[in-house]
């Protein structure tokens, strides 16, 4: 077994270490790097008799254990993992009132940045299958409450996340903000500043807003929030939605055939 700690706080999961080092490299290298916290007096049973074999302890300080929940669910019960995303995102979405309604909008931000994190966790241990069923769930929270980006989770993007790591997320998120300004649903000046604090930003912009322009789609119609069910799209629905696989890692290697997911 592994004794996984999570955050400050040092949140403890006891984990299967066959099954987590079967998931990811970064986890079967994490724990052949770590020494066990057990002596050699210590590793003995209390009789003097056969060696226990000590359990490994991995730290991770910079997650969160509400995120890891969720890997864990992902880790145990994979086959069945998108359908509880699905029903946690509907769950969170259903209609309420009165004090209901404000520990809603509490459990719709909370899930929120918990998918956030679990795709970029995802994308630091490269579990890219991971990664991209909660992308799908992140899509699919903003379509139900119809949100737009905020400046805030723009900034946390470009200024807390390394490209790498948040490559996807930051591509939809642009789509995100081009849809959101050109429907005039944001304030514009709101966002010029973080043009200018972040050149990667003002880049990626401008690239997909080049790409809209090649492919002459409408960045007023073509909602990002909206994931269509497949790759091969008819000429009507390039207009107003995305691929199926569009800010999915595997991209570029599926092209118009089915999402291997």
């Known amino acids: ?48 008799g056969a060696v226990v074999k000590p359990e490994k302890v991995l730290w991770l300080s910079e997650e969160s254990p509400e995120m890891v929940d969720l890997f864990l669910l992902w880790l145990y019960q994979r086959s069945s993992f998108r359908n509880m995303l699905e029903n946690m995102v509907a769950a969170v979405t259903a209609p309420a009132k009165g004090s209901s309604q404000v520990r809603l909008l509490s459990s719709r931000r909370a899930l929120h940045w918990n998918l956030v994190k679990l795709h970029l966790f995802a994308a630091v241990i490269r579990l890219p299958v991971l990664q991209d069923i909660a992308m799908d769930a992140i899509q699919d929270l903003y379509l139900r409450c119809d949100w737009d980006v905020s400046v805030n989770f723009v900034r946390f993007l470009y200024e807390e996340c390394t490209c790498e790591q948040a490559f996807r997320i930051r591509k939809w998120t642009v789509a995100m903000l081009a849809w959101t300004l050109s429907n005039g649903s944001a304030d514009p000046l709101a966002f010029n500043d973080l043009f200018a604090e972040f050149p990667d930003l003002c880049d990626d912009y401008t690239q997909h807003m080049q790409k809209m322009i090649d492919s002459r789609a409408d960045v007023r119609v073509k909602n990002p929030q909206l994931r269509l069910p497949r790759n091969r799209l008819k000429n009507e629905e390039r207009h107003f939605g995305y691929r199926q696989c569009s800010f999915h890692s595997h991209r570029s290697s599926v092209g118009e055939g089915r999402c291997p997911y």
């Not at 706080?9 to 970064?26: A, P, Q, V, Y």
């Open 1 to 48: 077994m592994v004794r996984l700690l999570v955050g400050p706080n040092r949140t403890e999961f006891i984990i299967h270490k066959k099954l987590l080092c079967g998931s990811s490299s970064f986890f079967r290298y994490s724990l052949e790097s770590v020494s066990t916290p057990s002596s050699p007096a210590s590793a003995k049973d209390g009789d003097g």
